[in-house]
């Protein structure tokens, strides 16, 4: 194998950008984005200079590492992704909350089991995120009724929707990718419902474990900001006294007598007139300073600037307290697309934007308290949970946007008479592809041109359904196994696989390749593993002369198998920061779960296609 490498230098340049992309995919501190950008740059600019002679004698354009984005694959997640949005923003699953809603009031035993069959149903039509983005304030509105950590329901909720992506060809943006390389490799495609009835089976026992078991097996945990002593903010204005020491001096003498996190807001002189608060303008007795924060920086602020604490029309005492005047403090979070994920909390605008007024911001194991050195440099991330303070009327238009979950416990889902008609467009899209009238990228378009036609989603939604994340790394994944592909690096590791497991039964090979898979996926982009896994099962197939479709869909199942670590997939983040969940707890409950379906869907396999 070394002698091949070395004879073929462009393979191993491959493989050693693979293994970086992996180890990059892995840092927290680079984006998903950063890491897939780099890839493309690397194979463009690489096989610019460093051009490659494919056996048949024409040259490797570095153009052709683009053409994901042109890519049928690509164009159908996209697709499914307008889709589905479609059904969320319509109002179309409405009865759905509703019914699950009504359901843990009355039967609370079975509510559970309820709700992962129906996570698991709708992931296999619609994308993972959404259904777990309807899910979770039903199950924290379930938390806050009865007392019960919501630590006990999202994770079993979070796997049931990725185990019911796994069972059909358009269930997850994994599976397409597997399906459509396999079928433009050679292999002849999966219908859409091909290997539902697998999945199925081992289902059946993931979703007892899910339901029996893995809520015994979870702590009971505090949700990051339950219970957090909240410092709320006021507004409130100090006026000025004519012995005050800022008085006569500029707005910026008095900003640096008091400090940065002084924030004014606006300078009243006298009654209806305001002045901005330019760092020039001189100060006077008599002006009131308008600011907001905490009760106790507000006092100091006054102490500092020699003024008089002013609410309404009264000094603030017993008498007069600070009013939040209808205020509400509420646990936000950051959704997977939202428009704020890699943006500065600093730059974000939640309070002129959202009218968020935050107090905490939770990631992962750290909590920041509001104002701490350093909150307004911090990026968002998808999964961030903010504690903020906001009206109740302004949380409640939060709810409408593709940017925030409100996990206030109230279940206010949309409903519009345009919902019946988005239903019925779903279904048509799922008929056309599985009785094979026209591919799913087709379909897929055809039903986006149609709800945004009828008026059941809106060009702006549409746009906020796309993912930057996922589009980049399903084009640097694809761009990456075209790569391995052409340059013979996938044959190069499938014929070492093959080497190293020389004389194991088939049925072991399969199993080593699920087990591989399923490791990597955990650790990386489960697309980005899917990706290179895909021509290395075929390469492993083939050299033992083996069935293709049992290989593919070792692939296809073990890059689904994301329920180890919160980073294996994005809903993990989601749950792990509502519920307040630590590493070890997706350790405790998804090792088991994945241990159980790695080897029943072997054996699965082993029976569906005789090795």
Not at 13 to 20: F, G, K, R, S, T
Not at 44 to 72: M, T
Not at 246 to 272: C, H, P, S, W, Y
Not at 567 to 594: E, K, W
Request: hydrophobic share 55%; glycine share 10%; with cysteine.
């Amino acid at each position: 194998m070394l002698h091949v490498l070395v004879t073929n230098a462009h393979a191993f340049a491959v493989m050693v950008l693979i293994l970086v992309a992996f180890v990059m995919y892995t840092r927290e501190n680079i984006s998903f984005e950063t890491t897939s950008l780099f890839v493309l740059a690397t194979l463009v600019i690489g096989f610019q200079l460093f051009p490659f002679v494919q056996e048949n004698g024409s040259r490797l354009q570095p153009a052709d590492f683009l053409l994901g984005f042109g890519h049928k694959a690509l164009v159908a997640v996209c697709g499914l992704m307008i889709v589905g949005e479609g059904l969320i923003r319509s109002g179309a699953l409405e009865p759905v909350g509703r019914f699950l809603a009504r359901l843990w009031k009355k039967w609370p035993g079975i509510s559970l089991l309820a709700t992962i069959l129906i996570t698991a149903g709708l992931s296999m039509f619609i994308n993972d995120t959404p259904v777990v983005l309807l899910m979770m304030p039903i199950l924290v509105g379930v938390a806050l009724r009865t007392g019960a950590p919501p630590s006990a329901f999202l994770i079993p909720m979070g796997f049931a929707a990725i185990l019911g992506g796994m069972a059909t060809t358009i269930g997850t943006s994994t599976n397409l990718l597997v399906v459509t390389i396999a079928a433009d490799m050679g292999m002849a495609p999966f219908n859409m419902f091909d290997f539902v009835g697998i999945v199925t089976m081992a289902g059946i026992i993931a979703v007892l474990y899910l339901w029996l078991v893995a809520p015994r097996l979870l702590p009971p945990r505090q949700a990051p900001m339950t219970g957090q002593l909240a410092s709320r903010i006021y507004t409130a204005q100090i006026r000025l006294d004519g012995s005050s020491p800022v008085v006569g001096g500029t707005m910026a003498d008095a900003i640096e007598r008091v400090g940065e996190k002084f924030q004014l807001e606006t300078i009243q002189r006298r009654q209806g007139v305001h002045i901005s608060p330019l760092p020039d303008v001189v100060l006077r007795a008599g002006d009131r300073l308008t600011t907001s924060d905490t009760q106790p920086r507000l006092r100091e602020f006054a102490r500092l600037l020699g003024g008089t604490l002013i609410s309404g029309d009264h000094a603030v005492d017993a008498t007069h307290p600070l009013r939040d005047k209808g205020q509400v403090i509420a646990e936000v979070a950051i959704t997977p697309a939202s428009s704020l994920v890699g943006r500065a909390i600093g730059e974000a605008g939640l309070r002129r934007h959202y009218g968020l007024r935050l107090l905490a911001l939770n990631r992962y194991k750290e909590r920041q308290e509001s104002r701490t050195p350093g909150l307004e440099e911090i990026e968002l991330q998808a999964g961030d949970v903010l504690l903020a303070q906001s009206t109740q009327e302004n949380l409640d238009a939060l709810k409408k946007t593709a940017d925030f979950l409100v996990l206030d416990g109230n279940v206010k889902l949309p409903s519009t008479r345009k919902a019946p008609l988005a239903l019925a467009i779903m279904i048509a899209v799922v008929a056309l592809a599985a009785f094979r009238v026209m591919p799913i990228e087709a379909s897929a378009l055809l039903g986006c041109l149609t709800l945004i036609v009828t008026g059941c989603l809106g060009w702006k939604d549409a746009m906020n359904a796309l993912s930057t994340r996922v589009i980049l790394i399903i084009v640097a994944s694809l761009g990456m196994g075209a790569a391995l592909m052409k340059t013979g690096g996938a044959d190069i590791i499938a014929d070492a696989f093959v080497a190293l497991s020389h004389g194991a039964p088939p049925w072991m090979v399969l199993a080593g390749v699920m087990l591989m898979m399923g490791v990597l996926t955990n650790i990386v982009s489960n697309n980005a593993a899917a990706v290179i896994g895909t021509p290395i099962s075929i390469g492993i197939a083939q050299s033992m002369g083996l069935p293709l479709e049992p290989f593919v869909l070792a692939v296809l199942f073990s890059a689904n198998l994301s329920f180890v670590t919160p980073m294996g997939y994005q809903t993990n983040l989601l749950i792990m920061n509502a519920a307040g969940y630590t590493f070890g707890d997706f350790v405790r409950v998804g090792l088991p779960l994945a241990v159980l379906l790695w080897i029943s869907l072997t054996v699965l396999l082993v029976i569906a296609y005789p090795l």
